[in-house]
């Protein structure tokens, strides 16, 4: 029997390196025993052989791609066995059975493609459930999370919450592993405790607040909440707590509701600016900036790298409102980088305005789109993704208290005027609002940069130009 011990079971190349090694010498799957050093506790780590991958042989024959894909997904998974299937499946496909990865039926086939499946659901979770709490230190606030994978999976999710979250310090413990981001590197560390984690931070009131206000009874299905969000990790979650007590609440708020149905007004709904400032997010703009970051109040926050929230002064006298961010926006952070940001800033210096001195925000805070071969492809959010980001736009509005807001394109047009508005008929005109801002619409640069015909884009250009025209005088 040969005993191979791995320092890290979950490292497909230092499995690899013995397996290959193995392969070669044509050790036969059931003559080997595997053991991960620290875990096994049988060797020390010193002496174990990991230290000296076994000395190959003969060259190891080549496997198809995807099983060094699926064997680096499935070594994440904790179950003991997952080295010693691996190496079998190694074994049959370099011995004959080269297309046994699409015999689905197959025992060691379907045991990983399962123990796959559960590391990204983990992975999924983890994405979706940790949350950071802030600790105030003189260089900076570090923001730490603690979360309970089911597997070893912190390497593997890392980078998404490195791009999520480039701009913070952060740190995830896990009783594993731990990772740390100082905004250049990542590095990783040994497994920590609960206690090394802190317990609240001043945002987590305003989450609260947010979470409980965001929550619609007349959506409330508890099982399939559970199974979305299991019960194993609300402990981690603050907003957790809330959730009984709104269950509790829901019917009599749902009878509630259907009450209030038939006075709800059936046409004409007017200028929807905020009527119960309490409903909305509480915070300064850097708080609501940083609550936005981890908002799952719809699912574009999962494909997105990270939420692209207003920037400009807090006191702007000027909100201008587009609609989503695009691919660039979604990279950098910020609204309007892209090309539509570019034409946008242009038509701002012809018109004399400086974009410095507006607040600039979207009506929704995420990129939405469909990948296509290896670009995204935008897509337009929904009503429902538009609502769901809709406390964000209106808090924003809330905190800058503009004199002046401009919506480019439709999607903004109607998120503040009204589903009535046509931006067509009533481009250029001023409204007053039910809070005394003055706003008008004109169209979006996105539409100026698809017009095919030259001419007449130039035209569109001068007009949008005009329409802009009417900010210089109100900076
Ligand atoms: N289009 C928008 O509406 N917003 C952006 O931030 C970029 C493009």
């Known amino acids: 029997m040969r005993l191979v011990v791995l320092h890290d079971g979950s490292d497909l190349a230092e499995w690899r390196g013995q397996a290959r090694a193995l392969l070669a010498e044509d050790v036969l799957p059931s003559d080997v025993q595997w053991q991960v050093g620290e875990r096994a506790g049988l060797l020390p780590a010193e002496s174990s052989p990991a230290h000296q991958p076994l000395r190959e042989a003969k060259p190891a024959g080549t496997v198809p791609r995807e099983f060094l894909s699926l064997a680096s997904t499935v070594l994440a998974h904790a179950d003991a066995r997952r080295h010693a299937v691996l190496y079998r499946l190694l074994w049959r496909l370099t011995h004959g059975e080269r297309q046994l990865l699409h015999i689905a039926s197959d025992d060691d086939v379907a045991w990983c493609e399962q123990a796959a499946k559960a590391v990204r659901r983990d992975m999924h979770k983890m994405k979706a459930f940790v949350r950071f709490r802030e600790v105030a230190q003189p260089q900076g606030s570090v923001f730490i999370a603690w979360f309970e994978p089911s597997h070893d999976i912190l390497p593997r999710v890392a980078p998404f919450f490195v791009r999520r979250f480039a701009g913070m310090h952060w740190s995830i413990l896990t009783p594993t592993r ?33 979470f409980a206000n965001i929550f619609n009874p007349a959506r409330l299905k508890v099982q399939a909440m559970k199974n979305e969000m ?33 006075t709800q007004p059936k046409k004409h709904i007017p200028a929807p600016l905020p009527r119960q400032p309490s409903a909305l997010p509480q915070g300064s703009l850097a708080e609501l900036r940083l609550q936005a970051g981890q908002c799952r109040a719809c699912p574009l926050w999962e494909p997105a790298t990270q939420t692209v929230f207003g920037e400009g002064p807090d006191n702007a006298h000027i909100m201008v409102i587009g609609e989503q961010p695009g691919d660039q926006e979604d990279l950098a952070g910020r609204p309007f980088v892209g090309p539509a940001g570019q034409l946008f800033d242009q038509a701002l210096a012809q018109a004399g305005v400086e974009r410095s001195q507006l607040y600039v925000t ?39 208290a503009p004199k002046t807001i401009v919506c480019l394109g439709a999607m ?4 503040i005027f009204g589903k009535n508005f046509r931006l067509l008929e009533q481009r250029g005109q001023w409204i007053t ?18 017009l095919p015909d030259e001419r007449e884009r130039g035209e569109a250009i001068a007009h949008f130009v005009r329409d802009l025209g009417m900010l210089r005088s109100l900076i």
């Open 362 to 400: 979207n009506t929704v805070k995420h990129f939405k789109f469909e990948p296509r071969g290896k670009r995204r492809i935008h897509s337009r959010a929904h009503a429902s993704e538009q609502s769901a980001c809709r406390p964000w736009l209106l808090a924003e509005i809330q905190r800058v």
């Open 433 to 450: 609002l039910d809070n005394g801002i003055g706003a008008f619409a004109t169209v979006h640069p996105s539409y100026l940069l698809r």
């Open 412 to 415: 903004a047009a109607q998120a």
């Open 178 to 210: 731990s990772a740390h981001w100082n905004g250049e590197t990542i590095s990783f560390g040994a497994g920590a405790q609960k206690a090394d984690a802190p317990n609240e931070d001043a945002l987590e009131a305003l989450w609260l607040t947010y």
């Open 230 to 262: 299991p019960v194993r990790y609300w402990k981690n979650m603050p907003e957790a707590a809330l959730i009984p007590g709104l269950i509790r609440d829901a019917s009599a708020r749902m009878d509630a509701m259907v009450q209030r149905a038939p």
